[in-house]
């Protein structure tokens, strides 16, 4: 049904075609680096700035430099950027991770479209990658460092905020690539009423991983005859209305993973290869806000919204924890919301002033379920005699920010804000946040103090699995005893986050900047996954569990780095190139029973690419290097590293006429075969990365 509502969008894109002719070069934003610069933008503050001025570090990608780069997901985007580092094929239905400046996880940080959020509810551990495609997107904003001052909860390591395009316009696509690869988009932007509807809907499959053939010693044993597994699988479908200050939306999203994403080695014989085992999540939001101008030129915005995240019952595991059966899972969670904004200019003030009440509701994570039913569950190797406990939570939370940004003259602004939090589930938070500016003819520069809060998860807190049950052999009174067993952990405090950071911007002339960014951040209470907790020996009744494990707030953590980018831009002779490059680095430490360095990053990181472009043709060639990784398997005083690699990627586009264009993309150009660290703490931490992948498309535009 899905793909078939994705033909029929298709099909009414070309016979619209001809009633929308633009040129498909001439229709991006076409600006200099000094105008980028100066560039509108929302995402620091909740209100219109210029880009040089916002009280955070942020970086803007245009819709010209998507297209020009080839970008189709934010993953591909955000690859590119300084201070950000990658996991692919990361754990157990988890494609990947993203690291922003020494914070490792998806759940770190906030993913916005138009300033609602559409990631996960309640910081469920998801990808990143092509169920946010790109398609239909004006720019990104991506905003460095902790952003809790506005967005709350989990806003600890940035928000990104995706803007849609407002033109009357449509535009779409075909991919179809090596191994099965194949990805269908169509999206389209018109006049209705007087205002402005707009649709997208994309269907992908990833290319068959061939992991097994690629990197045949890491595959081995007796338990499978094939090592096959279904590839990603994403599908979106979004409505949008916008008219006189009124807009609304709804958005999905659907993804399938596969559980035996980085399974190779001694996890080969741990896992069934089995091409249903995969986890199967729909994102569901819709909104609606209003925006107006009440007495003494006071700006109001008011938002209703709604989301939720659900694993689907059709997801399991097979492995050693679930007797080599399907163990099904299941979660849900959902988020109603009412917040309210006023912004007023007052001499050389700007304030701010926003209210917001949540109201949550969360069935976390399952145990391993025989069956789809959440009803009659026991715990395996109990003999139906123990069962295993379905968790529902229920929460709100209640929130008032104040911002006040102030011109003190022609050079200098300062920003004060600040906001609390009331939980009925975690403690409150305070999180302030202060920023001084200096801009004066090409040199501008930030100076950043503030704080951020992850909230404790649900799915930290109540995620349960463990070894099946057997006879009890200890003679302490109980009938059943399991090795290894992990157990609910309610206690979880936010983790806290305290950051101080100094941006330095120059543009040379409006064709050559350089920015460079410090920083320095401290964590308390980090959370830790897989700590033992004693006092839930006997967390299941008549059993005595010999290894409990759990979330504990159990580390503090101190992270500091920085990073150097510039970008350039050069016309002559009929070429327009631009080019770009950064340099990124950052260490740290975990403050625990025994100190160690930050897991899942590297300290070097080097990315560049550029853009040529002559009459209708483009290429653009990306390269990355990053060093050598460390796991998070700690053993003999150090913590377990991966080799670095270096990767060059590749896409290229010809324009057929004003309307039309086909693109080709090589990933991973030279062939490379290279491992990633898995984001977890297993001993068994290589995970081997996809290969050379080749790809080709059709686009037109309407």
């Not at 498909?24 to 560039?39: A, C, G, P, R, S």
Request: aromatic residues 16%; hydrophobic residues 30%; neutral net charge.
């Amino acid at each position: 049904m899905y793909r078939k509502l994705l033909i029929l969008s298709l099909l009414a894109s070309l016979i619209k075609a001809d009633e929308y002719n633009f040129d498909l070069l001439n229709d991006v934003f076409d600006l200099d680096l000094e105008q980028l610069q100066h560039i509108k933008v929302i995402s620091a503050s909740k209100t219109s700035q210029n880009l040089n001025t916002t009280p955070a570090k942020m970086i803007v990608i245009t819709k010209e430099q998507i297209e020009q780069r080839g970008y189709r997901s934010l993953n591909e985007l955000l690859n590119d950027l300084p201070s950000i580092q990658i996991l692919n094929h990361a754990d157990s239905g988890i494609m990947n991770q993203i690291g922003i400046r020494g914070m490792m996880g998806n759940n770190y940080f906030k993913v916005l479209q138009d300033g609602i959020e559409i990631n996960q509810t309640d910081g469920e551990i998801m990808s990143i990658s092509m169920q946010y495609p790109l398609f239909g997107i004006e720019r990104v904003e991506i905003l460095y460092g902790a952003a809790s001052v506005l967005y709350g909860a989990d806003a600890m390591s940035g928000v990104i905020n995706l803007i849609s395009s407002s033109k009357e316009n449509g535009q779409a696509g075909v991919w179809a690539g090596e191994r099965g690869y194949k990805y269908f988009y169509a999206t389209q932007a018109l006049k209705v009423n007087e205002g402005l509807f707009s649709y997208k809907a994309h269907f992908h499959t990833d290319q068959d991983y061939n992991l097994d053939k690629e990197y045949p010693n890491n595959y081995h044993g007796t338990l499978n005859s094939s090592y096959k597994f279904q590839p990603q699988e994403t599908k979106s479908a979004s409505l949008k209305y916008e008219k006189d200050g009124f807009d609304t939306g709804i958005n999905y999203r659907y993804f399938s993973e596969s559980t035996l994403i980085g399974m190779n080695n001694d996890n080969a014989n741990r896992n069934v290869f089995d091409k249903n085992a995969n986890l199967n999540s729909e994102l569901f939001s819709t909104f609606a806000r209003y925006k107006t101008t009440l007495f003494n030129d006071i700006e109001s915005t008011t938002t209703l919204s709604y989301e939720s995240t659900e694993l689907l019952k059709n997801s399991y595991f097979k492995n050693q924890y679930t007797s080599y059966k399907p163990g099904y899972k299941y979660s849900k969670s959902q988020r109603y919301a009412f917040e309210e904004t006023f912004n007023k200019n007052y001499e050389n003030h700007n304030f701010t002033f926003g209210s917001s009440i949540e109201w949550f509701k969360s069935i976390p994570m399952t145990y391993d379920l025989p069956t789809q039913s959440l009803s009659n569950v026991y715990v395996v190797g109990s003999d139906n005699e123990i069962k295993a406990p379905i968790f529902e939570e229920r929460w709100n939370n209640i929130a008032f920010y104040l911002q006040d940004q102030i011109t003190l003259n022609e050079n200098f602004q300062l920003s004060l804000a600040t906001r609390y939090d009331k939980n009925s589930s975690y403690e409150s938070t305070f999180n302030p946040r202060v920023a001084l500016i200096h801009s004066k003819d090409s040199l501008t520069q930030k100076l950043i103090y503030s704080q951020a809060f992850l909230a404790p998860s649900n799915y930290n807190k109540y995620k349960i699995y463990g070894t099946p049950l057997k006879p009890n052999s200890l003679a302490d009174g109980n009938k059943y005893e399991t090795a290894t067993f992990r157990v609910p952990n309610p206690d979880l405090k936010p983790e806290k986050s305290k950051s101080y950071e100094y941006n330095f911007d120059y543009l040379f002339n409006k064709n050559h900047l350089i920015s460079f960014s410090t920083y320095y951040t401290t964590i308390k209470d980090l959370v830790l996954i897989e700590e033992k907790i004693p006092e839930q020996t006997y967390f299941l009744p008549n059993t005595t569990i010999l290894d409990p494990r759990g979330a504990k707030n159990a580390a503090n953590s101190y992270i500091y780095g920085g990073d150097i980018l510039y970008n350039g831009h050069s016309y002559f002779s009929g070429y327009d190139i631009n080019y770009w490059l950064n340099y990124s680095y950052v260490n740290g430490k975990i403050d625990y029973d025994y100190d160690y360095e930050l897991p899942f990053f590297t300290s070097h990181i080097f990315k560049a690419g550029s853009t040529f472009r002559y009459k209708d043709f483009t290429i653009s060639p990306t390269i990355r290097w990053i060093g050598p990784v460390s796991a998070s398997h700690y053993d003999d005083g150090k913590l377990s590293r991966v080799d670095g690699y270096f990767i060059t990627d590749i896409y290229s586009s010809y324009s057929l006429d004003k309307m039309q264009k086909l693109s080709f993309k090589i990933d991973n150009l030279f062939d490379k075969h290279y491992y990633g660290v898995r984001y977890n703490t297993s001993r068994r931490y290589l995970s081997p990365q996809n290969t050379r992948m080749i790809s080709l498309a059709y686009t037109i535009n309407f």
